[in-house]
């Protein structure tokens, strides 16, 4: 059977926790992963690329952990093709209900001679090699031929045929560099299909890289021409300009069946809301302009937009908003909605929170309401991710946090910190301005050393009383180790200088839940 042909469904393969974890500064935890798996999981993703295990503890566990605990996809760990690697990568798989192994090496010259320092036999060997030990553990073996979009495509042809005779069940064509052009990429893949011998007897997937901003259109080109695969990430994050994201390639297969006459397993309702999550967890904003989840991916604002949008939808619209989960903002709660309103609106936007959170998050409500008299969906979801969105122990709470700040005066800091203990610590510090006093502070009670790599702030709806949600990145050594830690933290508020507070909090927390956990081990 040709396995590219027969099918007309294209396989979805999500690295949002290896590829995507990749991009600087967002690292997660075993919690959050597990969290986004579920996630994927319930989206219909039908393979998750859970992490490169030989790389750190925390890569095994993950992959590990969600071997064990989510049984509806293909889970999949990366390794690079030698035997130690491969032997870590089965032991994390051993309890996955669908193990895969995804291995390989380079197939361009540059990657060959200058990476591996080999020769193009040498390569084709080593990769011959990994597949058979791999396929010692498991049945279903990925082979990546890293910066194909870069390579001679007849000693890529070459390597393909021999990795399949040696038990390949998918073969990975990675444009690495994100240097192809889709006509280029699309031929690639065409040729692959024409010259390549045994290649019905595995699927052709792609992973495409952004570099040039052409990883959705390379995908797409690579799927036109027999690609059954498509490796993606949630809002296209990855290594330096990021992955093909998912969201695109799902919408364009779906938007345009007239072109591609090809499904998915996906259910796209739930793209919004993995887009939040990810975002989130990893610390990375959506971009307002991004396709299919952007903050204004569906807003409308010149007149004559408006004026034939509200004759009718499909004259500026070529999606349905609620196809991908958008969240109709005009619904709004104020504090006379009471609990019920709250819960009924919160499980309107998928979200399901045990009794206590719901509980922090109705006195949030409550608290926003208040000041700004009426909330709507994105208030609401920045009060949810502040309460829900924590996935390690919280170490010190802040209680208190009061700034004195003016043209006229030193912006001074206190803060009212609780500790693991309970006990409560009262602290003040002077800075540069309110946020630098605040987080001097803070620093006075914690003292646990680090550097503020990155802040900013975003209003997260329209007005002068809009919700304004700050993120921010510290870096901080990791202990015994040359690396270097970074970790995100978020925080909402109606005041901005509370919602930095927050969002160092929220790191801090973080960082000492890593230096913990990194002791434990
Ligand atoms: O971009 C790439 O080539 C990769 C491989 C490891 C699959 O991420
Ligand atoms: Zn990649």
């Known amino acids: 059977m040709d396995k590219t042909e027969s099918q007309d469904s294209i396989i979805v393969f999500d690295t949002t926790l290896r590829d995507g974890e990749q991009s600087p500064g967002a690292a997660m935890n075993v919690d959050e992963k597990l969290e986004i798996a579920r996630a994927l999981e319930e989206m219909g993703v039908d393979v998750i690329e859970a992490g490169f295990p030989i790389s750190s503890p925390g890569d095994f566990q993950a992959v590990q952990r969600l071997s064990r605990e989510i049984r509806g996809c293909t889970i999949c760990g990366l390794t690079r093709a030698n035997e130690k690697d491969i032997d870590v990568a089965a032991e994390a798989l051993q309890d996955a209900a669908r193990p895969r192994i995804h291995t390989g090496l380079g197939v361009s010259d540059v990657h060959i001679e200058h990476k591996l320092r080999t020769t193009r036999e040498g390569a084709l060997e080593k990769g011959v090699a990994a597949v058979k030990h791999a396929k010692k553990y498991v049945e279903d073996i990925e082979y990546y031929t890293e910066d194909a979009g870069r390579a001679d495509p007849d000693y890529l042809y070459r390597v393909l045929e021999a990795v399949i005779d040696a038990g390949a069940t998918v073969v990975n064509i990675p444009d690495t560099t994100g240097y192809s052009t889709p006509t280029e990429f699309g031929a690639l893949i065409a040729g692959i299909k024409n010259n390549v ?118 004259t500026y619209e070529i999606i349905d908003p609620r196809d991908v989960g958008a969240p109709d903002s005009a619904i709004i709660l104020s504090a006379r909605s009471g609990r019920h309103g709250l819960r009924h609106r919160l499980a309107e936007l998928g979200y399901t929170l045990d009794g206590d959170t719901f509980e922090k998050v109705y006195e949030r409500f409550l608290e926003v309401a208040d000041r700004k008299k009426t909330v709507d969906t994105r208030d609401l979801e920045a009060i949810v991710s502040d309460e829900a969105g924590m996935y390690f122990e919280e170490t010190y709470h802040l209680e208190q946090v009061q700034v004195s700040c003016g043209n006229l005066s030193i912006p001074t800091a206190t803060v009212r910190i609780a500790g693991p203990e309970g006990e409560v610590f009262c602290d003040a510090d002077h800075g540069t301005g309110p946020v630098d006093a605040i987080y001097r502070a803070i620093n006075r009670v914690i003292g646990e050393p680090n550097e503020l790599i990155e802040f900013s702030v975003q209003a997260v709806t329209e007005g002068i009383d809009a919700v304004g949600r700050v993120t921010i990145r510290i870096r901080a050594d990791e202990e015994s180790k040359d690396t270097r830690w970074v970790f995100s933290g978020h925080g909402a508020d109606t005041d901005i200088v509370v919602a930095s507070a927050k969002a160092y909090m929220f790191a801090l927390n973080r960082l000492i839940a890593a230096r913990r956990e990194a002791a434990n081990r």
């Open 197 to 314: 011998p045994n290649i019905d007897k595995a699927i052709i997937s792609v992973h495409c890289h952004n570099d040039l901003g052409m990883a959705t259109a390379n995908t797409l080109a690579g799927v036109r021409n027999g690609a059954r695969q498509v490796e993606v990430t949630v809002n296209g994050i990855g290594e330096r300009a990021g992955n093909t994201a998912m969201e695109e390639v799902v919408m364009a297969i779906k938007t345009r069946r007239d072109v591609f006459g090809l499904n998915t397993n996906i259910n796209t309702r739930h793209f919004y809301s993995i887009s939040r999550l990810v975002s989130e967890l990893t610390g990375i904003p959506v971009q307002p302009n991004k396709a299919i989840i952007g903050a204004n991916a569906f807003a409308h604002s010149s007149g004559i937009h408006q004026d034939g949008f509200l004759k009718e939808r499909t």
